[in-house]
């Protein structure tokens, strides 16, 4: 499993090099821009300007094994000036293509002027042309002779390319020779066999045709170039030499005589000019030509795309070795009975857990963490907390490692510090400790640290399912719509590809554990709930009484309600639903709310705005060994928490003989009987409020009740929930034993 983990994550990577690659290879040819402009004056200064000789190609369409191979080394052997192509140098106008041919013109210091063809103009290549080589139509002279290069795309108006044509001839009268390059023909070729193309491969029109070959007469050009078809073919017309030069490395006609691998190699001097055709073979067979275009298809393609055709590749062969794995992996949906019948040997354990929040941190998550430990160190075990360094110091640190944190992200007053989780420190303490089992409390960061080095070490792995994470959808940054999609998708699929990657999962309630079975968490699941430490609540009785009083002041009955003060604790509804209580009864009550957090101020603006001063008090935080005081010294314990996995602080309510009122959910569901412990309700204030009067105004049924929550709260011991934890652990180590 390991290995092909390592294996997809190797491709993965390629893939990633791969693409990062192809964006950055268009930064790597920059100077490769203007190049029609550039090489026309590296052919002014250094050409002899009586006696030069250049070469014509036309269809190159990026053939490595013709152009580049072979047409390319024949034209250096011949020691021409530079080189002109009539078009079509590319396959099509994609930016890769001009990538590719950019290494062509790297193989020469001939300097290259090319006409636009058809081919260039595919894929929206018209700006990629002008970009890499200029305009598309333009003229320069070398001494006596003329050169004009025409676009026959269709791309430029053909009435301004006209008068401009015209007017360029007329300033050439005065020179003794005169040439033209343009990509499709003026010419019309009867007999020839044409490839099936998007481009008509000559000009269409008969008007057109008639217009150059007058225009080109009348001003004695001297030779007009072009190459559209992929074939050799001379004619006079009016006087006036035409060329059709299409054979520098595209795929040949079947069936044509004339189509051939060739250039053109022109000869001035003061004598005139000589054009001869350079051919590369000798009448190629039809079966021939087959190969040969096949090949030329093949590799051209491949060159030109090779960093498309590679991504392809590698993301194929991912999907197919994932599909591999999945096909031939065995999953066994039934329990394994390896182990079942065997005596569990009494050991004592070394647990390494991780948690990405610890005191000082006061919350349900570190006390639900400290109790635990606390327990399995009465039976034995030793438990080392792996958590996050804080600003701030605790008094006790033994059995605790502290990660360095490399940032404190805070967003609506939670802090949460950002540890380093590459830390080497970290294996290093952890390969110190010689454990036997992981136990993980988030499915992220220092969680998911805690079950890589599970699986380096190939030790067990526990993971408590402790928070609600969609919940908490308002602290994660809201950029491109990520807060709504942690809310909907991200938390839900955090949790179950993390459970789904541990040995076994803890869940505080039933109703958690319906939640994991729902979101698709396979595992085995073990309902263990947050036990209560009765340690904290032997206090003698003047103590509480002294604290009852100091709270209560002038009131007759003490309400008290635990809560980070912050958006997901639903602290408006409970505000509303005390309001809503003082209203509607007679009732002379306080409630203190123990807690802190972003909300306060806001909070104590509502309390002052509705004149609730006398009914509710703000506590702050208070030290989660002390809480037992407050709730010994409560009537009545209220909540509105719609974001619990547990009832942990109305376990702790009932262990200090305080029924509980609060809004139904997901957690308290699972620890309130109704008429029993006390009563769960719709989020409806009146609802809500109601109860708590039928509460307190029933003094005999309010002792029962009260008496029933303490008996509540004493099934939930933290030497149960050890009991229940150590069960686990010996379970996972025995299966471990025997995989």
């Known amino acids: 499993m390991k290995k092909s983990k390592v294996y997809i994550f190797i491709l993965i990577i390629i893939i990633l090099i791969l693409f990062s690659y192809k964006i950055y290879v268009p930064y790597t040819i920059q100077d490769f821009n203007a190049v029609n402009v550039k090489n026309m004056d590296l052919i002014k200064d250094n050409v002899d300007q009586k006696n030069y000789s250049f070469a014509v190609v036309g269809n190159i369409e990026n053939s490595i094994s013709i152009f580049d191979n072979r047409i390319l080394e024949k034209i250096k052997k011949d020691n021409v000036d530079f080189i002109l192509s009539t078009g079509n140098n590319l396959r099509d106008g994609d930016e890769t293509k001009y990538r590719v041919f950019y290494r062509t013109l790297g193989k020469t210091n001939i300097p290259f002027l090319t006409a636009i063809g058809s081919r260039e103009m595919r894929d929206d290549g018209n700006e990629n042309f002008y970009k890499y080589f200029g305009p598309f139509y333009f003229s320069f002279q070398i001494d006596n002779s003329y050169f004009i290069f025409l676009d026959t795309t269709e791309n430029t108006n053909l009435s301004w390319q006209q008068q401009w044509l015209q007017s360029q001839l007329e300033r050439a009268v005065s020179y003794d020779k005169k040439f033209v390059i343009m990509n499709k023909t003026p010419v019309k070729i009867d007999n020839e066999i044409l490839k099936d193309d998007d481009d008509f491969k000559y000009i269409e029109s008969e008007d057109l045709r008639n217009f150059y070959q007058d225009l080109f007469s009348r001003y004695n050009v001297d030779s007009v170039f072009s190459s559209n078809i992929e074939i050799y073919h001379q004619e006079e017309i009016k006087g006036v030499d035409y060329y059709i030069s299409g054979g520098a490395g595209g795929e040949l006609i079947f069936d044509n005589d004339n189509s051939f691998y060739h250039y053109l190699l022109v000869n001035v001097s003061d004598s005139g000019v000589e054009v001869s055709v350079e051919r590369l073979e000798n009448n190629p067979s039809t079966f021939s030509k087959l190969l040969v275009n096949i090949w030329v298809a093949l590799q051209s393609f491949f060159y030109a795309n090779y960093i498309n055709i590679l991504i392809v590749l590698f993301i194929a062969l991912t999907v197919f070795y994932i599909l591999h794995r999945e096909i031939n992996k065995e999953v066994d949906y039934y329990r394994d009975f390896a182990y079942s019948n065997k005596k569990i040997k009494e050991q004592k354990l070394k647990i390494a857990m991780f948690t990405n929040n610890y005191f000082p941190v006061i919350g349900g998550v570190p006390i639900s963490i400290q109790r635990l430990a606390k327990a399995l160190r009465n039976r034995g075990h030793q438990v080392k907390i792996f958590a996050p360094?804080?600003?701030?110091?605790?008094?006790?640190?033994?059995?605790?490692?502290?990660?360095?944190?490399?940032?404190?992200?805070?967003?609506?007053?939670?802090?949460?510090?950002?540890?380093?989780?590459?830390?080497?420190?970290?294996?290093?303490?952890?390969k110190a400790g010689n454990f036997d089992l992981v136990h993980a409390h988030h499915p992220f960061w220092l969680g998911n640290k805690g079950r890589k080095l599970a699986e380096k070490f190939n030790l067990p792995l526990a993971f408590t399912y402790h928070t609600r994470l969609e919940k908490y959808s308002h602290y994660v940054p809201n950029i491109l719509f990520m807060r709504k999609f942690f809310k909907n998708r991200l938390s839900h699929f955090l949790i179950r590809n993390f459970a789904n990657n541990t040995d076994a999962v803890f869940a505080p309630t039933e109703s958690t554990k319906e939640y994991l079975r729902n979101v698709g968490v396979s595992r085995f699941i073990k309902v263990m709930p947050t036990g209560i430490d009765f340690?904290?609540?032997?206090?003698?009785?003047?103590?509480?009484?002294?604290?009852?009083?100091?709270?209560?002041?002038?009131?007759?009955?003490?309400?008290?309600?635990?809560?980070?003060?912050?958006?997901?604790?639903?602290?408006?509804f409970l505000l509303n639903g005390i309001k809503t209580l003082k209203e509607k009864s007679n009732l002379n009550f306080k409630l203190i709310i123990i807690g802190s957090g972003s909300e306060k101020d806001n909070i104590e603006s509502f309390i002052e705005e509705n004149q609730l001063e006398n009914e509710i008090e703000l506590i702050g935080a208070v030290d989660f060994r002390e809480m037992a005081k407050y709730y010994l010294a409560a009537d009545l314990f209220v909540f509105a928490s719609t974001t619990e996995t547990q009832g942990m602080v109305l376990l702790e309510a009932m262990a200090g003989y305080n029924p509980v009122v609060a809004v139904k959910s997901s957690g308290i569901d699972d620890v309130i009987k109704n008429d029993y412990n006390g009563y769960k309700t719709e989020?409806?204030?009146?609802?809500?409020?109601?109860?708590?009067?039928?509460?307190?105004?029933?003094?005999?049924?309010?002792?029962?009740t009260a008496q029933n929550a303490r008996e509540m709260a004493e099934s939930y011991s933290i030497d149960q929930m050890a009991e229940t934890a150590e069960e686990l652990y010996c379970r996972i180590l025995q299966l471990k034993k025997y995989q």
């Open 389 to 430: 360094e804080y600003k701030e110091q605790t008094e006790d640190e033994t059995d605790i490692i502290r990660c360095n944190s490399i940032y404190y992200y805070e967003e609506s007053g939670l802090a949460f510090p950002v540890t380093n989780i590459y830390s080497p420190q970290i294996k290093k303490d952890f």
């Open 535 to 572: 340690d904290h609540y032997n206090c003698p009785d003047e103590v509480i009484n002294k604290l009852r009083k100091k709270l209560i002041g002038d009131a007759e009955q003490l309400l008290i309600s635990v809560s980070r003060l912050s958006k997901e604790k639903n602290l408006y």
């Open 683 to 704: 989020e409806d204030t009146d609802q809500w409020s109601s109860r708590i009067i039928d509460i307190l105004n029933s003094n005999d049924d309010f002792e029962k």
